[in-house]
Each structure stands twice: as C-alpha cells, then as structure tokens.
C-alpha cells in the first residue's frame, strides 16, 4: 500500500485515529509534532530550533521537517509506505513528499473551530504508550489507569493551552488549510466529519481507505 495522509486541523482527532487504524492498514503512524517532541525531549539542534516556534504556536521551518521526514521514510517500517499524521502541513511539505514517496489517500478530518479549543484543553496522553484521552469525551475507563497498556503516568502537552490553540489554529486556516485543494485536485481527498463518537469516524476512515 501507498502511503497515507491524516489531514486536519490541531485536535480533529488524527492521532487519535492513527493509533486505531494503524492494525487495519499495517502502516506506522508518523507524526511530525511527535517527532519534534522527543527531539526538544532528547535536547538535539533540532528540536532546540524547533522549541521556539511550538511554544507560540507557529509551524516549524519547512526544511526542518522535510529533514525530519526524509530520514525517517528510511527506516525499515516504513518501506511500504506510512500514515502521515500532522504532515504535511504546507504546500511545499507536500511537494517535498510527492518526491519521496507515493500517497494514496488524503483523510480529512474536518471539526469546527469552536471544538477545538475544548479537545485540546482536555487531551492528556499516557506517558508510556502515548494512547490519547481527553477529560470529558474519552477518559481512561478506570481512573489513573491506561486501557492500553495498563501504565499509570499521563502526560499533558506544553502547547495544549487556550492561548497557543488560537496561534495553532490561525497557522491551520493560513498555511494548512490551501493543502485540501492541492489534494482535491489529484483525487485522492477524503472528507470525513470528526465532530462525531470516535469508532463512528473510525469506520468512516476504514471505509474510505477500501
Ligand atoms: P490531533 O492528533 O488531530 O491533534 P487528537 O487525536 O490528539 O488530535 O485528539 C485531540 C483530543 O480530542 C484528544 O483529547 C482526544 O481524546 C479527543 N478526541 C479525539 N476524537 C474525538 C471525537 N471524535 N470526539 C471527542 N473528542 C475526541
Ligand atoms: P502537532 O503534534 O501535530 O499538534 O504539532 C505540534 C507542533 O509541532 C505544531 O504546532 C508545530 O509547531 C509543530 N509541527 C508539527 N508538525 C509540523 C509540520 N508538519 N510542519 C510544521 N510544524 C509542525
């Protein structure tokens, strides 16, 4: 299979649904946002760049990510294709990434901004396997434990704050949001309503994707 792109605005739940769709498709998830929070994590030159613009809210230098991307489509896992997640966000990201390798779906996640502020305000992730949960809409079925993996720490992300969800946002309808015609355009754009119960939209994806 060819690789796929999870497309959407900061909290439509593409996360979310890679980590539910990755068995179906056999394809890693790779998140640009994930990688960048392990490499300000790890301390690297990258992720010392990368910390500022996250912190407003802003997108990180195209030619960070395509670097980011280029070298991790090496890895073995990702030899038959992957899901992007987060990526790509500008329109020269995706002309980068038609270079690299083939996409055959663009999966749109599409949730009103008057949502978004309330998803990313309540998202907590688990510290040892990443599984995401949100306070209100999908809490860990048994306090202080992950449905997951079992483990007990959870973390919240930096960014995840009203203030920077408004910067996050502007940079989607500014930067991001111009990809739906790019894409639109090859035929491949899949349009799905995320302001809906997870498995609902989850079907939907898997549906789209035969
Ligand atoms: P993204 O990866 O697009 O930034 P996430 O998958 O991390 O978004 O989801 C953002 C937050 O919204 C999380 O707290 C998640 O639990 C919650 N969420 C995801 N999908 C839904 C949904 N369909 N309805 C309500 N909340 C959702
Ligand atoms: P995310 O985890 O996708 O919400 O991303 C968190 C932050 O990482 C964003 O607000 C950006 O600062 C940065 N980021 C993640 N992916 C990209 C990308 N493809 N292009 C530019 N910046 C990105």
Redesign the pocket.
Known sequence: MDSIVLFGP?GAGKGTQAQRIMESTGLPQV????M??AAVAAGTATGIE?KR??DA????P?EV?IALIKDRIQDSDASNGVMF??????IP?AEALSEITEVSHVIAIEVPDERIVERICGRYTCGSCSAVYHDTFNPVSVEGICDNCGAGEFKRRA?DNADTVLS?LG?YHDQTSPLAQWYESKGIFHVIDGDRAIDEITNDILSALK
Do not use: E, N, W
């Open positions: 900061p998140s640009t946002g994930d960048l929070r990368a613009y996250m809210g802003q997108l990180v195209d990510i997640d987060g990526f790509p966000r500008t990201q960014d996050r940079a």
